[in-house]
């Protein structure tokens, strides 16, 4: 192995602190890890590790070779790519991160048909309702939904989303269908629990928003559990138009209260970290994500307004 290589076991080794961790990553046994990273530190003429029963820990010299080798590993990892990408096939692991109800309606059923057209990719999907730092996190990909801060993130508009107010037939023939936002002081509405804002619906009032405080007997920190909460006729949600879309169409929710909506749009982006040189995995994945959801977003498509005239 040449150097390199051994500053790529020893960056491993540093990161996870654990030699065995390190040699199930890279298909090696414990005691070639121990080797390699000997034969380092013999010809730096310096010791990098400390060692124990339980940890490996960087000393001064090593913390000082770390944040050398990093930028070199990465630099070569880029030049390589740039150059392997630009000839060939996308390929290797690409890391997604979305909401869950966004991923699971609109970004898994597009899923298949990608891998079937890349075969040398492969998929790893993940759902949070935070943000996630996607340098922090390794993170190729990530759907947003709002304002963008200023950061160094690349952003490719997607579509739009809006919040709406709905509930199952089944509850609102049982509790009857509120005709004002104060009305709502008299159903279970459901929540999600992330924030405390949540609780708290926004509608157009006579002298501008107004905020309506809500509670219920259910709250989840999961936007899919929520929904399927509203359709077995629990209680009502307010959830983006995204996510109540479908039901809506097939009958399973009915938006009430669409005269007193807030007009305000979040914009849906896919970001991913600025590069010199665009991975070839990246770049496709998100051009599908841009050509599925265009010229108009499914969920914005006429049939949502059939759907609650």
Same mark, same amino acid.
């Not at 030049?79 to 000839?87: P, R």
């Given at each position: 192995?040449?150097?390199q ?18 040699a ?7 005691s070639a890890?121990?080797?390699?990273i000997?034969?380092l ?29 990093t ?18 096939e ?37 759902l ?5 730092n ?14 963008? *801060?200023? !950061?160094s993130?690349?952003?490719? %508009?997607?579509g739009?989303?809006?919040? =709406?107010? $709905?509930g &199952?037939?089944a ?13 709502l002081?008299?159903?279970n509405c ?8 949540f ?12 905020r ?6 259910f ?6 559990a929520?929904?399927?909460a ?10 983006g138009?995204?996510?109540a ?12 209260l669409?005269?007193?909506e807030?007009?305000t ?7 991913? *970290?600025? !590069?010199?040189?665009?991975?070839? %995995?990246?770049?496709v994945?998100v051009? =599908?994500? $841009?050509? &599925? ?15 609650s005239?």
């Open positions: 192995m040449n150097i290589g051994e500053m790529a076991v020893f960056v491993r080794v540093a990161e996870t602190g654990n030699f065995s961790a390190t199930r990553a890279l298909k090696l046994t414990p890890v121990s080797k390699l000997g034969r530190e013999d010809r730096l003429g310096a010791r990098l590790l400390n060692r124990t029963t339980r940890r490996v820990s960087l000393t001064e010299e090593g913390r000082t070779f770390y944040q050398h080798c930028p070199i590993l990465a630099a070569t990892e880029e030049a390589e790519q740039a150059i392997t990408e630009f000839h060939g996308p390929r290797g692991l690409l890391k997604v991160n979305a909401s869950t109800a966004f991923a699971q309606y609109h970004i898994e059923p597009l899923i298949p048909g990608f891998l079937a057209r890349y075969p040398a990719l492969r998929v790893q999907l993940t949070s309702e935070s943000i996630v996607l340098i922090e996190d390794e993170v190729d990909v990530a759907i947003r939904i709002g304002q963008m *801060p200023d !950061s993130l690349i952003a490719r %508009k997607l739009s989303a809006r919040r =709406m107010v $709905v &199952a037939p509850y609102l023939e049982k509790f009857g269908t509120p005709k004002t936002p104060d009305d002081k008299d159903h459901l929540t999600l629990s992330l924030a405390t804002t609780n708290q619906w926004e509608f157009k009032g006579p002298d501008g928003p107004r309506i405080e809500v509670g219920g007997n709250e989840t920190n999961n936007a899919v929520l929904h399927h509203a359709i077995a006729g629990i209680g009502l949600i307010r959830v138009n995204f996510t879309t479908p039901s809506i169409r097939e009958g399973l929710l009915v938006p009430v669409a005269d007193f807030a007009v749009e979040a914009n849906i982006y896919a970001v991913y *970290p600025h !590069s010199r040189h665009l991975s070839a %995995k990246v770049r994945f051009d =599908m994500l $841009v050509q &599925a959801f265009s010229p108009v977003a499914p969920w914005e498509q006429a049939g949502e307004k059939a759907a005239a």
